[in-house]
């Protein structure tokens, strides 16, 4: 069994920066697949990051690339997400989820365990 436990969300103004961490316990996550969701209201959770075990791989979606970076520390067994340039549609609740590869990375039913999520408000 893996928990999950987010943190680093905030209120922010647009163009700011704010650091996610989602930390690992029970279990180590070292070998698992770790994903950044959001869910903004009245939308689906979408793909933001993800990462592989060894941080051989990171994919991002379109609408964070260049300005998101996703990283882990397995000692810590702690992924991070770093935010920059953020703009109002950024405002969601943030999940991080773990899976054990092979995975599609995109896909939230692919991820075994999920955090209870934090929130990011960017006001413009």
């Known amino acids: 069994q893996v928990q999950l436990v987010e943190s680093g969300g905030g209120l922010v103004q647009a163009g700011g920066s704010l650091r996610l961490s989602c930390a690992a316990s029970?279990?180590?996550?070292?070998?698992?697949?770790v994903g950044w969701f959001r869910q903004a209201p009245g939308k689906e959770r979408e793909f933001v990051a993800a990462i592989t075990w060894r941080a051989d791989n990171t994919y991002y979606a379109d609408s964070v690339k260049g300005r998101f970076t996703i990283s882990r520390d397995n000692a810590k067994n702690t992924v991070y997400l770093q935010m920059a340039s953020l703009k109002s549609e950024d405002t969601a609740v943030y999940y991080c989820?773990?899976?054990?590869?092979?995975?599609?990375?995109?896909?939230?039913?692919?991820?075994?365990?999920w955090g209870q999520g934090t929130q990011v408000t960017v006001s413009s």
């Open positions: 989820g773990a899976g054990r590869p092979p995975l599609a990375v995109g896909t939230p039913t692919s991820y075994d365990y």
């Open positions: 029970g279990r180590t996550v070292s070998s698992y697949v």
